[in-house]
């Protein structure tokens, strides 16, 4: 092998802090949903990127930290999908009014979360902190080359999204 040739590698972050807690429903057509309930969500990125003369590919703090951000910013929340063809969403003073299937429900303001996805599902939750993730740590400039985030709501169970660069 020739050490001099660039070698990518593929690091897998999967800590303990890496989850939130939230409040959610799954939307399965314009008639059925789910009861609200809530998950532990636990939350893996793995990255591929260039490993340098060093033989390293770069400190992992910082994708650490930004994926813990945001999960935080999701933790302890009533997650609503802002993007559902299903639901029709208005606020009144405190609340978000949402109106499903000739149902109303009301969810404080301050307790929920509207995120640009159409279902509340792990599939959407791992393309919207994809999403973030990219937005946040810029790819180009650790030179990377392939994100997957994954969404996992139990053991045995989740949804993953990946970005690879063209």
Not at 98 to 104: G, M, R
Not at 108 to 137: A, C, G, H, M, Q
Not at 151 to 164: D, E, K, M, R, Y
Request: with cysteine; proline share 3%; glycine share 4%.
């Amino acid at each position: 092998m020739d050490i001099s040739e660039k070698r990518l590698t593929r690091i897998k972050l999967f800590k303990e802090y890496l989850k939130f807690s939230a409040a959610h429903f799954t939307l399965f057509s314009a008639t059925e949903r789910e009861r609200i309930h809530g998950h532990n969500f636990a939350v893996q990125v793995e990255l591929e990127l260039g490993v340098g003369e060093e033989g390293i590919s770069t400190s992992y703090r910082y994708f650490k930290d930004t994926t813990r951000e945001l999960c935080e910013s999701l933790d302890e929340y009533v997650l609503l999908p802002k993007l559902s063809p299903h639901l029709q969403i208005s606020i009144n003073t405190k609340h978000y009014v949402v109106t499903f299937n000739n149902e109303v429900l009301y969810f404080p303001i301050t307790d929920t979360k509207l995120l640009p996805i159409r279902n509340t599902t792990v599939e959407e939750f791992s393309y919207y902190l994809l999403e973030k993730l990219i937005s946040e740590i810029e790819p180009d400039h650790f030179d990377i080359t392939y994100i997957e985030v994954t969404v996992s709501s139990g053991a045995g169970q989740s949804g993953s999204t990946t970005w690879t660069k063209e």
